[in-house]
């Protein structure tokens, strides 16, 4: 007698402590929906801005503020070559100009004294067809001086190499009083400013790659780094027979670096499938399985079979039907369980 009604007892409390369940956990209805398959590829962050300095005139190399992985800021003095030369052919050029100019003034002199002489009758045509011709070579002389100025300040400001970019310095090509001429390299870096992701795709989901124009760009840590503009290289790797796809960072914060290795996930195939949250499936060692609520609305934890992983959501092979109410929180479910039969 008293062991029926221990059992009435602990079969009360173990319909209360499911009534309980119940009531404390949120369950939702199994419903197919669009899977998206993807293919995992490996990318590569690099810099948009990236550059080799060159020297775009003579000299020797005087000043050298930056070395390798200094930062520098646009605008700023990264290399000084002697400008002894370049200077004395500006002086020259501004001497020939300042004659020219004097010439020109003289000129026009004569050629208007000319010209009034022949408007009463005293000059001659030739006279004033000569004065008319030395005019318009004064003119000529002077633009050439003009020009050989422009050129001569140019090359000395060719002189000073100023950070076409904020950026860092990767690579220092010459060293304090070596020689240059023009187009030897002098400093190379790149900006962290604007970035980009750089994913190598096999041939065979090449064209569905490009025609989708979707991929999603993640790290280690889970994190989905937003992406702007993607360009396909119109052709194949020769010797990987992979096509090129170059993605835009939009938000660069200052932890990602080029030459860093990302996730790029490229859609390859989408279907219909039985999807979960994956905060609804229970795991305890090997099993893998969700707390369903049977025909007398009570919980059974039962074993399923999971495929792909998207999105937060699970795809699920076996186990379960559409429209069966699973267990939002499964682990409030089993540590309920637990607990009443702890007691």
Same mark, same amino acid.
Request: hydrophobic share 40%; glycine share 8%.
């Given at each position: 007698?008293?062991?029926?009604?221990?059992?009435?007892?602990?079969? /009360?409390?173990?319909?209360?402590?499911?009534?309980?369940?119940?009531?404390?956990? !949120?369950?939702?209805?199994?419903?197919?929906?669009?899977?998206?398959?993807?293919?995992?590829?490996?990318?590569?962050?690099?810099?948009?801005?990236? #550059?080799?300095?060159?020297?775009?005139? *003579?000299?020797?190399?005087?000043?050298?503020?930056?070395?390798?992985?200094?930062?520098? !800021?646009?605008?700023?003095?990264?290399?000084?070559? !002697?400008?002894?030369?370049?200077?004395?052919? $500006?002086?020259?050029?501004?001497?020939?100009?300042?004659?020219?100019?004097?010439?020109?003034?003289?000129?026009?002199?004569?050629?208007?004294?000319?010209?009034?002489?022949? =408007?009463?009758?005293?000059?001659?045509?030739? +006279?004033?067809?000569?004065?008319?011709?030395?005019?318009?070579?004064?003119?000529?002389?002077? *633009?050439?001086? =003009?020009?050989?100025?422009?050129?001569?300040?140019?090359?000395?400001?060719?002189?000073?190499?100023?950070?076409?970019?904020?950026?860092?310095?990767? /690579?220092?090509?010459?060293?304090?009083?070596?020689?240059?001429?023009?187009?030897?390299?002098?400093?190379?870096?790149? #900006?962290? +400013? =604007?970035? &980009?992701? @750089?994913?190598?795709?096999?041939?065979?989901?090449?064209?569905? /790659?490009?025609?989708?124009?979707?991929?999603?760009?993640?790290?280690?840590?889970?994190?989905?780094?937003?992406?702007?503009?993607?360009?396909? $290289?119109?052709?194949? %790797?020769?010797?990987?027979?992979? $096509?090129?796809?170059?993605?835009?960072?939009?938000?660069?914060?200052?932890?990602?670096?080029?030459?860093?290795?990302?996730?790029?996930?490229?859609? @390859? #195939?989408?279907?219909?499938?039985?999807?979960?949250?994956? *905060?609804?499936?229970?795991?305890?060692? +090997?099993?893998?399985?969700?707390? @369903?609520? !049977?025909?007398?609305?009570?919980?059974?934890? &039962?074993?399923? &079979?999971?495929? *792909?992983?998207?999105?937060?959501?699970? =795809?699920?092979?076996?186990?379960? +039907?559409?429209?069966?109410?699973?267990?939002? %929180?499964?682990?409030?479910?089993?540590?309920?369980?637990?607990?009443?039969? %702890? #007691?």
């Amino acid at each position: 007698m008293t062991r029926q009604k221990n059992l009435r007892f602990f079969l /009360a409390g173990i319909g209360l402590l499911l009534a309980t369940s119940l009531q404390a956990t !949120d369950w939702i209805t199994v419903e197919r929906g669009p899977l998206v398959e993807q293919l995992r590829l490996d990318g590569v962050i690099e810099a948009v801005q990236q #550059s080799t300095v060159s020297a775009q005139t *003579s000299g020797a190399v005087v000043e050298l503020p930056f070395d390798v992985d200094d930062v520098v !800021d646009a605008g700023v003095l990264i290399a000084r070559l !002697d400008d002894s030369e370049q200077r004395a052919r $500006f002086n020259q050029a501004g001497a020939d100009q300042a004659e020219a100019e004097s010439g020109l003034d003289d000129a026009r002199r004569q050629f208007e004294r000319i010209e009034s002489l022949h =408007e009463r009758g005293v000059a001659t045509q030739a +006279e004033f067809d000569n004065a008319r011709n030395a005019l318009v070579s004064a003119r000529a002389r002077l *633009s050439r001086a =003009e020009a050989a100025v422009a050129e001569a300040t140019e090359q000395l400001e060719y002189t000073r190499i100023n950070a076409p970019y904020s950026g860092i310095v990767t /690579a220092r090509h010459v060293e304090m009083g070596e020689a240059v001429a023009p187009g030897t390299p002098l400093l190379s870096g790149f #900006s962290l +400013e =604007e970035l &980009r992701v @750089v994913v190598s795709i096999p041939q065979q989901f090449a064209e569905l /790659a490009r025609r989708e124009r979707r991929a999603e760009v993640s790290l280690d840590d889970g994190r989905v780094l937003p992406t702007g503009r993607m360009t396909f $290289f119109p052709y194949a %790797d020769p010797a990987t027979h992979t $096509f090129r796809l170059r993605m835009e960072l939009e938000e660069p914060d200052g932890t990602l670096f080029p030459g860093m290795l990302v996730r790029v996930g490229v859609p @390859v #195939s989408e279907r219909s499938a039985l999807l979960i949250p994956e *905060s609804a499936l229970f795991r305890r060692g +090997e099993l893998r399985a969700v707390y @369903v609520l !049977d025909a007398k609305e009570q919980p059974r934890l &039962r074993q399923v &079979r999971i495929g *792909s992983r998207v999105d937060g959501h699970l =795809e699920v092979l076996a186990g379960l +039907e559409e429209g069966e109410r699973i267990a939002a %929180d499964p682990r409030r479910v089993f540590a309920q369980a637990a607990g009443g039969r %702890d #007691s």
